[in-house]
């Protein structure tokens, strides 16, 4: 399968099964695309008549070419992984090594648009306790296996409001790295308000990433994010997350904003995020009910999908100035991203990576707390419902129908468990407004990793 | 006719040698909300 698009002013195929990516000019362009489709005299025929200064003598060399490519493989490879996508996924099933730790099931802040329920998962305000967080972190520690690159996310709700534990337990897990042969690298994801000097040099110690929540600008950061008394939190913590960032020397963090139907246009956010001096950004879709007065329409999908493609020019303009910035969705490395084993697997919720609620429940990811059904167990007992594992053990790229034709199916290893759920009701279904995004944001990436690489030669 | 293929890694390559397990969990460094794991280091080719 073949992916061909035009953008940024290349002519781009992607092969999708052996993951190469070819930069052509108009006549291959045209070539490939019809090359499967008629043998070689029609082809060069057709190609004649639409490009008189062409030879037929070149055009049969740029045959010889693509069938070239195509026995070297890079070109209209086959798909090998269909049959062992099942034994792909095995081979990284069985083994835990990433926690979700809800350590406050409680927020300072108050937005609308929050997946979480202003932090509660639809229950009762909580804070996870020390004895909770040790006993998941010796879950995590003994159901790891050979793993020794173990993730803790401090997540909630705000973790800060929990910060004493959160100091706690960090401390605990660093206390049984040696022993373990482990090595633990945390993420705390906050909305800003708490952050002091202690919580800038703790997270500069012991955080291997932060995710700092600011949707950019003001007027649009405070229509959601709001305190209890409705007061906007953009003026607090914008100069809060300037000296975080600053203390970790600009790297290991994202500025994560997350855009609605209010603010479509979210370049304009970007840019402000990168006046205020961060450079490592993040922007997502919002994830509600389809009748929240904030969910993203069919009318706003293609002013979404036009400003992904003016952030990718931005970026490359900002690039070629030597003042480069980092868009999360658009991080690709072509030679050394994640082997075929991680593309059929997807996330690994459910199996490689679990949430734990303040009592200490397990659920497949943070999007799943609150549905009761898919509760796994708990870091007491560990996983007791074997059912529901196994549907996420089974869910690979492959296991879903929808993702058969999808050229971008090895980029997204079939999308998110939790927006297909919550889109179709299924977790093998699609959330397909999701997938519209995606490809975009691929298609994007791509070309950006390809313009930089043509800037080099 | 001009074609240029770039430099990638290969996939089929990787489904011999891949499979370590030892790289980030998608959901776990920025999203939260969205699954895509392109963006996602390979720990043995660092």
Redesign the interface.
């Known amino acids: 399968m073949i992916h061909c698009y035009k953008l940024g002013g290349l002519n781009i195929v992607l092969d999708v099964y052996s993951g190469s990516v070819h930069v052509v000019d108009e006549v291959a362009y045209d070539m490939i695309g019809m090359y499967q489709q008629c043998d070689r005299e029609r082809l060069v025929a057709a190609m004649l008549d639409k490009y008189p200064n062409v030879t037929r003598d070149e055009l049969l060399e740029g045959c010889e070419q693509i069938e070239q490519l195509k026995q070297a493989g890079v070109l209209f490879a086959p798909d090998t992984f269909a049959p062992i996508a099942g034994q792909l996924k095995e081979k990284t099933s069985g083994v835990v090594k990433a926690l979700c730790l809800h350590v406050a099931h409680t927020c300072n802040l108050n937005c609308s648009y929050c997946f979480a329920s202003q932090g509660k998962y639809h229950g009762d305000r909580a804070v996870m306790s020390y004895e909770v967080g040790k006993q998941a972190l010796d879950f995590l520690i003994e159901n790891s296996k050979g793993r020794r690159n173990l993730e803790v996310d401090f997540f909630g709700g705000e973790p800060l409001m929990n910060f004493d534990v959160v100091k706690q337990l960090v401390a605990y897990a660093r206390s049984r790295e040696k022993e373990c042969g482990k090595n633990f690298r945390f993420t705390l994801t906050t909305n800003g308000v708490l952050i002091d000097d202690d919580v800038i040099d703790f997270a500069n110690r012991e955080m291997s990433n932060v995710v700092l929540s600011l949707d950019g600008r003001r007027e649009v950061h405070d229509r959601f994010r709001v305190d209890h008394a409705g007061n906007g939190s953009w003026e607090r913590i914008v100069p809060k997350f300037q000296k975080l960032v600053k203390a970790r020397q600009g790297k290991n963090y994202y500025m994560r904003g997350t855009f609605t139907h209010a603010n479509p246009d979210f370049l304009k956010d970007i840019e402000t995020m990168l006046e205020l001096g961060f450079t490592e950004l993040s922007m997502e879709p919002v994830v509600c009910a389809p009748d929240d007065p904030s969910a993203l329409t069919p009318e706003d999908l293609p002013i979404v999908l036009e400003q992904y493609e003016k952030l990718a020019e931005l970026m490359l303009e900002r690039h070629r100035q030597g003042k480069p910035f980092t868009f999360y969705h658009y991080m690709i490395d072509l030679k050394g991203g994640p082997c075929i084993y991680k593309r059929v697997s997807g996330c690994g919720s459910g199996t490689e990576y679990m949430a734990v609620t303040p009592w200490g429940d397990l659920y497949p990811c943070h999007q799943f707390v609150g549905e009761e059904a898919f509760k796994l167990g708990d870091v007491f007992h560990g996983v007791t419902n074997h059912d529901v594992q196994s549907e996420f053990a089974a869910c690979n790229v492959y296991s879903r129908p929808e993702c058969a034709d999808c050229w971008a199916k090895l980029y997204c290893s079939g999308g998110c468990a939790a927006n297909a759920y919550h889109a179709t009701g299924a977790i093998t279904g699609v959330y397909a407004y999701g997938c519209d995004l995606f490809r975009k944001r691929m298609e994007c990436a791509i070309m950006l990793e390809a313009a930089k690489s043509l800037d080099e030669q | 006719?001009?074609?240029?293929?770039?430099?990638?890694?290969?996939?089929?390559q990787?489904?011999k040698?891949?499979?370590c397990?030892?790289?980030?969990?998608?959901?776990?460094?920025?999203?939260?909300?969205?699954?895509?794991?392109?963006?996602?280091?390979?720990?043995s080719?660092?």
Do not use: Y
């Open positions: 006719m001009k074609i240029q293929t770039l430099e990638t890694k290969n996939l089929c990787s489904a040698n891949g499979g397990g030892e790289c980030q969990t998608s959901c776990q460094s920025a999203c939260k909300t969205s699954c895509g794991i392109a963006n996602q280091q390979c720990e080719s660092k």
